[in-house]
């Protein structure tokens, strides 16, 4: 176990509909990053907060969206869902910005 | 962007075998982290080694940052050692505001 909570687990959604995915960090990380995991894209970077601020973007949508709150949990926001969004989206944590980085179980998303 | 090669793409061994696993990268690092991906899509923490060698069990990896490559060695594999591995970078260029890149792994499949 990581200690980085990552819920739901799964998630089945339709076309066109939007979804949260909600993160929390270890105790004492302040940094939150977000990751997509796809078959044809691998494993992408798509964007990290810093004790509540954004601070890089990676090959995220516009369609996407995230924060991170005062208690330093994050949520990701994805809408006009397609189909290709359906993907394993991971969370991780870590104390500073290039520390050791860990990843929650994930959340698996089919967008039917 | 950072470019991370891993190889070879897939392995198949008998348990018992030894392996090593490789990975180049393109540009200098600040992080360098292994990580294995098991059946349940689990990213489990092997090494954080932007230099240096490192040991855990059966398992040790080695970083040679001045020539941009890391190996990771998996002793007397077990079946439960099958999964991607994973190896992610954090550029040195990214300014500490970044994500981790990843190659796109070494598919190890682990006979009884």
């Known amino acids: 176990d990581s200690g980085v909570t990552q819920t739901p687990k799964h998630l089945i959604t339709a076309t066109g509909q939007r979804v949260t995915l909600r993160c929390s960090p270890r105790?004492?990380?302040?940094?939150v990053y977000w990751y997509q995991q796809s078959l044809d894209q691998g494993l992408q970077f798509l964007i990290q907060?810093?004790?509540?601020?954004?601070?890089a973007k990676g090959n995220i949508l516009e369609r996407f969206s995230a924060q991170q709150f005062p208690d330093l949990h994050s949520e990701l926001n994805l809408s006009s869902l397609e189909l290709g969004d359906s993907a394993l989206y991971f969370c991780?944590?870590?104390?500073?910005?290039?520390?050791?980085?860990?990843f929650g179980p994930g959340t698996r998303l089919l967008v039917l | 962007g950072i470019q991370v090669e891993q190889s070879p793409p897939d392995l198949i061994l008998q348990e018992g075998a030894n392996s090593t696993l490789r990975c180049n990268f393109s540009d200098s690092v600040n992080n360098l982290q292994w990580f294995h991906q098991n059946p349940w899509g689990q990213l489990i923490n092997l090494f954080y080694i932007p230099s240096g060698t490192k040991q855990n069990g059966r398992l040790s990896a080695t970083t040679v940052a001045t020539e941009r490559y890391s190996l990771l060695y998996i002793s007397s594999s077990q079946t439960t050692d099958s999964g991607v591995y994973f190896c992610a970078v954090f550029p040195h260029s990214g300014g500490g505001a970044d994500g981790l890149t990843f190659g796109k792994g070494t598919h190890l499949i682990i006979q009884p």
């Open positions: 907060y810093y004790n509540g601020e954004e601070r």
């Open positions: 105790s004492g990380d302040l940094s």
């Open positions: 991780a944590s870590s104390v500073g910005q290039q520390e050791t980085q860990y």
